[in-house]
């Protein structure tokens, strides 16, 4: 059973949202040490990593909802 789209796009919205709270808290908590290019890194990482992989298993599950209601 997959779940509608828009309790979907809620789920997934909570979910970068937090990701989005993880990075500014490692941001808030590194920032003194002054390694911008750790912290960019990090944040580079982070997007290429989470972000992306949040996004590709919305648009799996969303096509998987089309496929399943089609």
């Known amino acids: 059973m ?8 809620m789920v997934y919205s909570n ?3 937090r ?6 808290d490692h941001l808030q908590q ?3 040490d002054g390694d911008i290019i750790a912290l960019e890194q990090y944040v580079k990482d982070k997007v290429n990593g989470s ?3 949040l996004i590709k298993d919305f648009i799996n599950e969303y096509e998987s909802y089309k496929n399943n209601n089609n």
């Open 2 to 9: 997959v779940a509608h789209p828009l309790n979907m796009l």
């Open 15 to 17: 979910r970068l949202y």
């Open 19 to 24: 990701e989005y709270g993880e990075i500014l």
């Open 30 to 32: 590194n920032v003194a």
């Open 51 to 53: 972000f992306t992989k």
